[in-house]
């Protein structure tokens, strides 16, 4: 079978930066060129950059779904990624393609598209580029309702229920994955969260429903986060609550790793 990377087995000495352990501590965001960690709810670059160093090649086509401030393009164009980004916020959308297009490289091609990533026509959309399939999908849904990103009621953040969040993002999982390449990979980065004094297991629900629609899990990584900018300099208060109380503090998020096989 064609590989999926462009890992040299013959040199895989020489590939110290790349993640094979299923624990990543990552204590410190690059933000180096155009990479912004001023969007609330975005990931850190070294995510997309693990992930398509080991699933993707020069020259395949990434969707992000869920594009934010574009963390995923932003890697894919320097990797020699093609790479094409949703998002439900038009103003997002427009934001990080001007910066997108600051570091563009001539040989990569990444193009944004605002819209509803469950019902955006995807055929339609493709046949736009000139694209036929992607050959990866990195989906960073919002967790719920953690954070509200906009008043959209399209927008998963405001799903009244775990079950319609869930409904939802089955229908993005749908209408994007049809268009991924057979036999190659997608993955989930996603977050837990407490309501009504107990865990809401959002990583595991999610994980679930790629399982139940046919793909297979091929990895399930732990990452470490920090303190959210709105609970930094709140450790103490937190600290407190927990002591005093039955929760642990999160510190941790989930990446799923799946391959389509069907
Ligand atoms: C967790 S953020 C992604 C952040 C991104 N990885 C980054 O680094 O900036 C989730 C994004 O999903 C978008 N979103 C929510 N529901 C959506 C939908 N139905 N279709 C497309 N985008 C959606 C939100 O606007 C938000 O920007």
């Not at 910066?99 to 040989?107: G, L, T």
């Not at 679930?208 to 930094?232: P, Q, R, S, W, Y």
Request: a positive charge.
């Amino acid at each position: 079978m064609a590989r999926y990377n462009d890992i040299d087995m013959e040199k895989w000495q020489r590939y110290s930066e790349i993640n094979t352990d299923t624990l990543w501590i990552i204590d410190k965001r690059d933000n180096s060129g155009v990479h912004s960690g001023n969007y609330h709810g975005n990931f850190v670059p070294q995510i997309p950059f693990q992930l398509f160093s080991r699933y993707t090649k020069k020259g395949d086509w990434i969707l992000d779904p869920f594009m934010g401030s574009g963390t995923s393009l932003i890697e894919a164009q320097r990797m020699g990624r093609n790479s094409i980004g949703i998002d439900l916020q038009e103003s997002v959308v427009k934001e990080a393609d001007s910066r997108i297009r600051s570091e563009a490289k001539p040989d990569c091609k990444t193009q944004v598209f605002a819209g509803d990533s469950s019902s955006l026509n995807m055929e339609a959309l493709l046949d736009s580029i000139g694209v036929k399939k992607y050959q990866f999908v990195i989906f960073h849904p919002p967790y719920w309702d953690i954070i509200k990103f906009s008043d959209n009621p399209n927008d998963l953040s405001n799903a009244e229920s775990l079950e319609l969040f869930l409904k939802g993002f089955g229908r993005v999982i749908d209408n994007t994955t049809k268009f991924l390449e057979k036999y190659r990979y997608c993955a989930v980065v996603i977050g837990d969260k407490y309501a009504n004094s107990q865990v809401v297991p959002l990583g595991f629900y999610c994980m679930n429903l790629f399982m139940e629609k046919g793909f297979l899990l091929k990895a399930i990584l732990v990452k470490n986060f920090g303190d959210t900018k709105g609970k930094a300099n709140q450790q103490g208060i937190w600290r407190y609550r927990a002591l005093a109380s039955d929760f642990y503090i999160f510190k941790h998020e989930y990446i799923f790793v799946f391959k389509k096989t069907k």
